[in-house]
């Protein structure tokens, strides 16, 4: 209909909502939080397959540790599913040699907090969804709101530059001696990363 189209996004998603309407989910918040879960668990897949199961062999060809595995250890070539603990748990801290890493795996809580810390992301990013098309925030949708092509660069320039700086004086802050012995030592705990240790971070710090 003709009168459709002149309605702006905001208003065309303000009533609805999803087959779980008596949950009061609306679509901006289901795609936003389905973004960032599906986005990372297949850019995480998709890593760990690329290179530790296909390039195995060439380990030493792009990996800056190649000789060693960090706190993962084997878990690397195993998949890691929220809510789900596939991958057996190893305490034991025994080295075989000198230089070789720990025989642990993977730390005991590490599937419940990376599952926390991925729904704690996927909600933020729906909510700020939902606000954004419902016309709760600053965001605009069209070029001219945004202020001509220099506006919309001035305002993508200023929000890269915020986002940095504010995240520079945060890690900071976190390697304070009292935040890093409280929150932040968890995020270190893995010495070589691979893919899913990413997540592995104290609830409040990911807060």
């Known amino acids: 209909p003709g009168g459709r189209e002149g309605v702006s996004l905001g208003k065309r998603v303000r009533n609805t909502t999803t087959l779980w309407g008596a949950m009061m989910i609306s679509r901006p918040f289901a795609a936003g939080f389905s973004f960032i879960l599906c986005g990372y668990l297949s850019m995480s897949y998709s890593l760990q397959y690329w290179f530790y199961a296909r390039q195995q062999a060439r380990i030493k060809d792009w990996k800056v540790q190649p000789e060693r595995q960090g706190g993962s250890g084997p878990v690397a070539y195993s998949i890691w599913i929220p809510l789900i603990s ?15 890493p720990p025989s642990k795996v993977r730390a005991r809580d590490h599937w419940v907090l990376s599952s926390i810390n ?10 700020v969804a939902h606000l954004c098309c419902r016309g709760r925030t600053r965001m605009v949708f069209t070029l001219q709101d945004a202020g001509g092509v220099i506006g919309l660069l001035g305002w993508t320039g200023a929000a890269f530059a915020l986002h940095n700086v504010a995240e520079y004086y945060w890690h900071r802050l976190m390697h304070h001696r009292f935040f890093y012995s409280r929150l932040h030592k968890l995020h270190h705990f893995y010495k070589s990363p691979e893919p899913f240790d990413d997540l592995y971070i104290h609830p409040l710090e990911a807060a």
């Open 118 to 127: 991925l729904a704690m992301a996927s909600s933020v990013a729906g909510t």
């Open 86 to 100: 596939p991958v057996p748990v190893n305490t034991d801290t025994h080295k075989s040699s000198p230089d070789s």
